[in-house]
């Protein structure tokens, strides 16, 4: 027969035997099983964040290589996007383009059961997620637009935003909250994507400028150093912007977002703008910048690199 939970001044350990009174609030843990379709800078660093806390993962990737290492972390490894979804709770796709996201999304339907849940956590644009959430509905999948804002620095660290729209369905929160520092829920399915657009296009902006600026000071003779000084402390100044020229300066492009991946931005900003009559010059001009530097073989660098677009005859 139940018996009521200690109260009082009287209870004892030994009155309320075979019970253990804990005044701790115990958290219970249910692991999730997560398929995730994409292991390269992002989604290899979300991988390890979910290890971490305790869910089962597979993975797959098109370069089979570059899944090894969560293998190796304790990840399983599948052979295709079918084998990897084929049982999870979860569904997450970290790919580049909403092509390459179409591609494994389709590779992965005979593994597929209506009621899973779809993340879809890259950059796609908004004719893309779209696109993409049609699929879903055909196949009975709870999809979630929820691309993330952060490079590979908070990516490992596991305090990416998520930017989430769709259904808020509650197997996602331990899958966010493992990869992630703040979700943040803001309305249907291509809501995430549109605010995802406006803040990738700030980060763009801002390095593109700054990327402009040291080019135009190399050109003028001036010495970076007197910069750095000038814009230190100042309105103007902001951690972003010193991580970025402390790249530049030190010719330090390890990629935290590539070239090649924020030129693919400038051109889904651009698509979006031009379907809501706005007119994005910088991000248009960004684009340019990226593709010099990607002809100069700057592609899988750092978006900083675009500095070396400043000099297109070098």
Known sequence: MARPAPTGAAWSPSSTWPYLYCPLKIRSFEMTTVALLGTGIMGAAMGRNLLKAGHDLRVWNRTMEKARPLEADGATLAADPAEAVAGADVVITMLNDGDAVQQAIEAAAPGLRAGQVWAQMSTVGVAAVERLAGFAREHGLVFVDAPVQGTRQPAEAGTLVVLAGGPADPRLDPVFSAVGSKTLW?????????????????????????????????????????????ITGGPMDSPYLQAKLKAISEGDFT????????????????????????????????????????????????????????????
Request: zero cysteines.
């Open 186 to 230: 803001v309305g249907d399915v291509g809501a995430a994507t549109r605010l995802k657009l406006t803040t990738v296009g700030f980060g763009i902006a801002l390095t593109s400028v700054l990327a402009e600026v040291l080019g135009l000071a190399k050109g003028l003779g001036v010495d970076v150093g007197h910069f750095r000084e000038v």
């Open 255 to 314: 990629p935290s977002f590539s070239v090649t991946n924020a030129e693919k931005d400038t051109r889904l900003i651009a698509e979006a703008a031009e379907q809501a009559g706005v007119a994005v010059d910088l991000a248009r001009a960004a684009g340019d910048r990226f593709r010099r530097a990607e002809a100069q073989g700057h592609g899988e660098e750092d978006m900083a690199a675009s500095y070396f677009a400043g000099f297109p005859t070098a």
